[in-house]
């Protein structure tokens, strides 16, 4: 195997559309990057697995299955079934990562549920106090992407907790996303430093005096119309609102798409423009297409861990494969250390105000 080839590891039989959807994601994927990119540990029921395989000869070529027994279904509550997940197709793949087998894991299985596995088989990074979920959202002109973090992990954040997120998406925007120096903004609801609750407005009031330590452009408080302006790279919120941004913009796309088809249908004029505009419709679509970031991942552990939507089709998961590749070539995490590291000094501020209160 080639030493650039990534292993990475796949929850084959998560998601509504597993494992299928799965198999054909890993086939685009194989198809647009090359068989020479990556070598897919595949973790599931051997007997449906392997039959399927016949009809994907170039995913055959370049996988391994791992056979599992046990599921994890979308409706399983975490406290029930974290003690008995041991023989999960979902805490095997994460265990792969941990035992150093693979790079990276990829799955579409319960959120809730992959979040705990994932914390507890990979820990988290020393300096970080929690894990965030990730990803990048459209932004601007379409030709951008905004850093949204956490998506959905905590829903009750302190200001240690979203201090370190802050460090975990400007380090995220700048090696994944190529922002140098990117603008960080925390969600709120006005960006006056007099809006928002005390948790927000403490927060703010370090940062801002410590403005010229930080390793990113801090550009205080902004707003939700902000999130796809393009006027901010990383925004950092607790989880559960950054779970309704996250569905806002993700049903936003799907509005516009809808108004498109609804509207080129309606009179012959409109269906000969579409014909004209065909190609700049096409870029639209691509860009805001929850599809084409497929992938959210949990910043902050000792291993990459993403989750794909629980409806993902091949295309969604050919694109989280390849987030997965782009991560597992990155030294993300030495640069989590180094910033968490040169920051300490901000961190230990917080804690003592924290404990003051």
Same mark, same amino acid.
């Given at each position: ?5 990534? #292993? ?39 007997? #449906? ?27 399983? +509550?975490?406290?029930? @079934? ?23 894991? @990829? ?11 994932? +914390? ?6 020393? &300096? ?17 992407? @905004? ?30 996303? /190529? ?10 609801? /006005?960006?006056?430093?007099? +809006? ?42 607790? &989880? ?62 000792? /291993?990459?861990?993403? +989750?794909?939507?629980?409806? %993902?089709?091949?295309? %969604? ?12 070539? %990155? ?27």
């Amino acid at each position: 195997m080639s030493d650039t080839k990534k #292993i990475i590891s796949v929850d084959a039989m998560g998601g509504d559309h597993a494992p299928g959807a799965v198999l054909g994601g890993m086939n685009q994927f194989l198809y647009q990057y090359g068989e020479d990119t990556a070598f897919f540990r595949v973790f599931g029921n051997e007997k #449906i697995l392997r039959p399927m395989l016949k009809k994907f000869p170039r995913v055959a070529r370049n996988c391994e299955i791992i056979h599992t027994e046990g599921v994890i279904s979308g409706t399983d +509550k975490v406290r029930d @079934v974290i003690r008995h997940a041991q023989d999960t197709s979902m805490y095997m793949a994460i265990k792969d990562v941990r035992e150093g087998n693979s790079s990276a894991v @990829v799955s579409a299985g319960n959120t809730g549920v992959l979040m705990a596995l994932s +914390k507890l088989a990979l820990k988290t990074v020393d &300096g970080i106090s929690r894990p965030a979920i990730t990803t990048m959202l459209p932004s601007g002109n379409g030709d951008t992407r @905004v850093v949204g973090l956490d998506l959905g992990a905590n829903v009750h954040c302190d200001e240690e907790i979203l201090f370190d997120f802050s460090i975990l998406g400007s380090v995220y925007a700048e090696i994944i996303g /190529g922002m140098h120096r990117p603008r960080v903004g925390i969600l709120n609801i /006005g960006a006056e430093e007099t +809006k928002g609750n005390e948790t927000l407005q403490r927060l703010n009031k370090i940062l801002t005096e410590h403005i010229d330590e930080l390793p990113y452009e801090y550009i205080g408080f902004v707003e939700g119309n902000d999130v796809t302006s393009g006027n901010v790279q990383v925004v950092v919120t607790d &989880g559960f609102t950054g779970n309704v941004m996250l569905k806002t913009v993700e049903g936003t796309a799907k509005m516009i798409s809808r108004i498109v088809k609804a509207n080129y249908k309606r009179s012959l004029i409109a269906i000969l423009g579409t014909f004209f505009l065909v190609h700049l419709f096409k870029r639209l679509k691509n860009k805001i297409d929850p599809r084409s970031y497929a992938g959210a991942v949990f910043l902050g552990l000792n /291993g990459f861990s993403i +989750k794909t939507h629980g409806n %993902s089709d091949a295309l %969604s998961w050919s694109n989280a494969l390849g987030y997965a590749m782009n991560l597992s070539k %990155s030294n993300f995490y030495d640069q989590i250390r180094e910033r968490t590291e040169k920051l300490s000094n901000i961190k230990e501020e917080i804690k003592k105000l924290e404990t003051a209160e």
